[in-house]
């Protein structure tokens, strides 16, 4: 429990940028993949990016490819998503999880989630 912790979420208006991180507290070596998702108000939760922490392969949704970025920082045990040129339609509660395959299901542990809102 707790082991990822989000910040960086808030609210900005459409085409500005937000950075956020997802700390890991207690890395598990077993965590291959680290990746965020998203829901927004009465809608599934969705995938947003994924990265592969051993070879550093990502993949986006197509919503968001060429606007956001996934990255690490291994000596933080630090995960980010930059946002740019955001759009109203991103406004959503962002997640962190991790696991063995984070875009199979294969999670072990989910962030607490933090708000992103974006106003037009």
């Known amino acids: 429990q707790g082991q990822l912790v989000e910040s960086g979420g808030g609210s900005v208006q459409a085409g500005g940028s937000l950075t956020l991180s997802c700390g890991f507290h207690?890395?598990?070596?077993?965590?291959?993949?680290v990746g965020w998702f998203r829901q927004a108000p009465g809608k599934e939760r969705e995938e947003v990016a994924a990265?592969?922490?051993?070879?550093?392969?990502?993949y986006y949704a197509d919503s968001v490819k060429g606007r956001f970025t996934i990255s690490q920082d291994n000596a933080a045990n630090t995960v980010y998503l930059q946002m740019n040129s955001l759009k109203p339609e991103d406004t959503a509660v962002y997640y962190c999880?991790?696991?063995?395959?984070?875009?199979?299901?294969?999670?072990?542990?989910w962030g607490q989630g933090t708000q992103v809102t974006v106003a037009s």
């Open positions: 990265l592969y922490v051993g070879g550093g392969v990502t």
């Open positions: 207690a890395y598990t070596n077993s965590w291959s993949s």
């Open positions: 999880a991790a696991g063995l395959n984070v875009r199979s299901g294969f999670i072990d542990a």
